[in-house]
């Protein structure tokens, strides 16, 4: 099936410092979504980008399906940025479209 | 906002005692997916529905695991019996249709002792 590797695992800032949290993955998708997981385990949907750029606030993201991977950014990092990011992919292979998750990064912003 | 309910938030059972999760998709979600996410990893998936028919449970130990989609609407997920091993998050999510943005419930956070 197909591969998904977020990086980096684990990422500390100070509030107000800008991030970038990176994607790959191993084959062409249909599907590509961003999650943030808040403390009590809600997946709160942050992006639907399967290609292109999109932005939302101080968050951003981009999706280049030529070279498997996607980007997302969050400017002027607070507090509550906080918690885990999931990349999720859908293979373009297959009739059932399910998402496959990265392993997630890890963020912590300190005030 | 729709949302996709699921009951219970919690639930504590014991080894080898019957459990029942209950998800309720967002109105007029044709595909249903139950996820399963073990503390410090991302979700996997269990099975998927279309409608009332199972698309993919390739990844359900359909020795102790049930599910079921009866009137394509609401869903059970259902393990009996339960192990220790069964300790998890069980995520309920749903799409317009396969391929389409995905939404997801709170979970239901299980503990097995």
């Known amino acids: 099936g197909i591969q998904v590797e977020q990086s980096p695992p684990d990422l500390i800032l100070q509030e107000g410092a800008n991030s970038t949290l990176r994607c790959n993955f191993s084959d062409s998708v249909n599907n590509l979504q961003w999650f943030h997981q808040n403390p009590w385990g809600q997946l709160i949907n942050l992006f639907y980008i399967p290609s292109g750029t999109k932005q939302n606030g101080r968050l951003s993201a981009t999706t280049v399906a030529t070279e498997r991977y996607s980007l997302l950014y969050i400017s002027s990092s607070q507090t509550t940025d906080s918690g885990v990011y999931f990349c999720a992919v859908g293979s373009s292979s297959g009739s059932a479209r399910q998402l496959t998750f990265g392993s997630g990064t890890q963020l912590t912003v300190l005030p | 906002e729709a949302e996709v309910a699921q009951s219970p938030r919690y639930k504590i059972t014991e080894k080898s005692q019957a459990v029942a999760f209950w998800c309720d998709p967002i109105s007029g979600h044709a595909t249903l997916y139950w996820y399963r996410q073990i503390l410090g990893q991302g979700p996997e998936l269990l099975v998927q529905f279309q409608d009332e028919s199972v698309v993919d449970d390739s990844q359900l130990p359909k020795d102790r695991f049930s599910a079921e989609r009866l009137k394509g609407v609401d869903s059970t997920l259902k393990i009996q019996p339960a192990e220790l091993g069964d300790s998890a998050m069980y995520l309920c999510?749903?799409?317009?249709?396969?391929?389409?943005?995905?939404?997801f419930g709170p979970g239901t956070r299980l503990t097995v002792t």
């Open positions: 999510a749903s799409s317009l249709a396969p391929g389409a943005e995905q939404y």
